[in-house]
């Protein structure tokens, strides 16, 4: 079974740095992107960056200039480099693999907070 592992969120203060990553663990055939989702408390999951097979990005405008999403294909993993990191930030980060055959994957989430 296919799972979606992630890791590198934590406690930072504002303006500073994280990494996010979320690897795959078992394979998945068809990927056709990789993106990274937050939701806040008492707010909608929302879409934050988007990478798809030819390398088009994609972002919010709230993080456009401060974060930076990449992948290693590989290695099945997706990456999410955040700077100038914000309170507004704070929220739980999903990452998802979007697929040709087998619809979406979801990782469980790692929580992301940032101390003003």
């Known amino acids: 079974q296919v799972q979606l592992v992630e890791s590198g969120g934590g406690l930072v203060q504002a303006g500073g740095s994280l990494r996010l990553s979320c690897r795959a663990s078992?394979?998945?055939?068809?990927?056709?992107?990789m993106g990274w989702y937050r939701q806040a408390p008492g707010r909608e999951r929302e879409l934050v960056a988007i990478?798809?097979?030819?390398?088009?990005?994609n972002y919010a405008d709230s993080v456009k200039g401060r974060f930076t999403i990449s992948r290693d294909n590989t290695k099945n993993t997706v990456f999410l480099q955040m700077n100038s990191l914000k309170p507004e930030d704070t929220a739980v980060y999903y990452c998802?693999?979007?697929?040709?055959?087998?619809?979406?994957?979801w990782g469980q989430g790692t929580q992301v907070t940032v101390s003003s």
């Open positions: 998802q693999f979007r697929t040709w055959y087998t619809g979406n994957y």
């Open positions: 078992g394979s998945i055939f068809g990927i056709n992107a």
């Open positions: 990478i798809t097979n030819d390398d088009s990005t």
